[in-house]
């Protein structure tokens, strides 16, 4: 049986004993491991599924961390992190020789971000090391946003959830690196690529090379209900063509059309895109346990949240 529970003190020490503590963070629940000890990291990949060359993101607590793990933090880097943290950002940074390879996929740079949660952030400062933490699912499935949604999939298998509440933002950071220190986003997050611009300027966008950047074109499949999940645009056309199906719609605000499913799902009352970005992963966990034959979802505004919204549906209907 996994321990789900508030316990800061009961998680520092399982993790300095090489072992793993799921973490929550104001994007998604981190599956964390002592950066420094091969055992952790290894058994982070082993319990996720996870491919090696997929790289782990650095979990920090203060600003001077940076340095012990990157060789140079540019300017704009700098902007972002002031701007930004504790927040959803992931910085891509050159790294220091003492960042382990397995962490970055043998990488020559390191992916580094500070959480905005206060019990995370309680738990990083009494540890003598970072943790590396992805999100807390097993490879390409739906990002856990509750410790429910984490005990769920590693019952029994992983010894403790450290339990924050639900996480408020809902998806991932967004991942910025730097090509001739040009700021280049890697993935959309939870922190929209208008307020990214409002802090550096024009940045290039790379989205498509999330999960394997050794690797573009593989495993794009990622984010993904076990039930079959499209995106669609007209929503009624789908209904009509798929007649005898039981279907779950996901819908970004209330709609007026009577749409008849088995069962409709909101992200958003009055279309809020922070609020639908929060609700998104619920919502898909919760549409995958009614045994549907189809979920279908409807297409956001593609501004602000609702692109990096776009984006993690798109990805998990390939
Ligand atoms: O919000 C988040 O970022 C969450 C929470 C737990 O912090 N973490 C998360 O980790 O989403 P994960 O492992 O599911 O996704 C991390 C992404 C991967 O797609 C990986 O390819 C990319 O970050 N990444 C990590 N280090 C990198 C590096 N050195 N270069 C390029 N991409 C990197
Ligand atoms: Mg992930």
Same mark, same amino acid.
């Given at each position: 049986?996994?321990?789900?529970?508030?316990?800061?003190?009961?998680?520092?020490?399982?993790?300095?004993?090489?072992?793993?503590?799921?973490?929550?963070?104001?994007?998604?629940?981190?599956?964390?491991?002592?950066?420094?000890?091969?055992?952790?990291? @290894?058994?982070?990949?082993?319990?996720?599924?996870? +491919?090696?060359? %997929? /790289?782990?993101?650095?979990?920090?607590?203060?600003? #001077? &961390?940076?340095?012990?793990?990157?060789?140079?933090?540019?300017?704009?880097?700098?902007?972002?992190?002031?701007?930004?943290?504790?927040?959803?950002?992931?910085?891509?940074?050159?790294?220091?020789?003492?960042?382990?390879?397995?962490?970055?996929?043998?990488?020559?740079?390191?992916?580094?971000?500070?959480?905005?949660?206060?019990?995370?952030?309680?738990?990083? @400062?009494?540890?003598?090391?970072?943790?590396?933490? +992805?999100?807390? %699912? /097993?490879?390409?499935?739906?990002?856990?946003?509750? #410790? &429910?949604?984490?005990?769920?999939?590693?019952?029994?298998?992983?010894?403790?959830?450290?339990?924050?509440?639900?996480?408020?933002?809902?998806?991932?950071?967004?991942?910025?690196?730097?090509?001739?220190?040009?700021?280049?986003?890697?993935?959309?997050?939870?922190?929209?690529?208008?307020?990214?611009?409002?802090?550096?300027?024009?940045?290039?966008?790379?989205?498509?090379?999330?999960?394997?950047?050794?690797?573009?074109?593989?495993?794009?499949?990622?984010?993904?209900?076990?039930?079959?999940?499209?995106?669609?645009?007209?929503?009624?056309?789908?209904?009509?063509?798929?007649?005898?199906?039981?279907?779950?719609?996901?819908?970004?605000?209330?709609?007026?059309?009577?749409?008849?499913?088995?069962?409709?799902?909101?992200?958003?009352?009055?279309?809020?895109?922070?609020?639908?970005?929060?609700?998104?992963?619920?919502?898909?966990?919760?549409?995958?346990?009614?045994?549907?034959?189809?979920?279908?979802?409807?297409?956001?505004?593609?501004?602000?949240?609702?692109?990096?919204?776009?984006?993690?549906?798109?990805?998990?209907?390939?």
């Amino acid at each position: 049986m996994t321990l789900v529970s508030k316990d800061i003190l009961k998680a520092a020490e399982i993790l300095s004993r090489e072992e793993l503590v799921a973490i929550p963070t104001e994007t998604v629940y981190g599956l964390a491991g002592n950066i420094y000890s091969d055992t952790a990291i @290894k058994k982070i990949f082993e319990l996720k599924k996870r +491919p090696f060359f %997929n /790289p782990l993101i650095v979990h920090i607590h203060s600003m #001077a &961390q940076v340095m012990e793990l990157a060789v140079d933090f540019p300017e704009k880097a700098q902007q972002l992190a002031k701007a930004f943290w504790p927040g959803s950002l992931t910085l891509i940074l050159k790294k220091q020789k003492t960042v382990p390879d397995l962490i970055t996929a043998g990488n020559d740079t390191v992916g580094i971000r500070m959480p905005q949660h206060e019990v995370t952030l309680e738990l990083l @400062k009494s540890l003598p090391f970072p943790v590396a933490a +992805p999100s807390a %699912n /097993p490879f390409t499935y739906i990002s856990p946003t509750t #410790a &429910q949604h984490v005990k769920n999939y590693f019952d029994g298998e992983l010894e403790m959830v450290l339990d924050g509440g639900d996480c408020k933002n809902g998806i991932e950071s967004t991942i910025v690196g730097f090509e001739n220190e040009q700021p280049v986003v890697y993935r959309l997050g939870s922190i929209s690529l208008e307020d990214i611009t409002a802090v550096v300027g024009n940045v290039g966008v790379k989205n498509d090379k999330e999960i394997a950047p050794n690797a573009p074109g593989m495993l794009e499949k990622h984010y993904a209900p076990r039930t079959k999940t499209y995106l669609v645009e007209n929503i009624d056309r789908f209904i009509a063509q798929h007649p005898d199906q039981k279907i779950g719609l996901l819908l970004h605000s209330i709609d007026h059309n009577n749409f008849e499913v088995s069962e409709i799902n909101y992200l958003s009352k009055t279309g809020n895109l922070k609020e639908a970005a929060s609700k998104l992963y619920s919502a898909m966990h919760e549409l995958d346990k009614l045994n549907l034959d189809l979920i279908v979802a409807q297409r956001l505004p593609d501004f602000g949240l609702g692109k990096s919204i776009n984006d993690r549906l798109e990805r998990a209907t390939k």
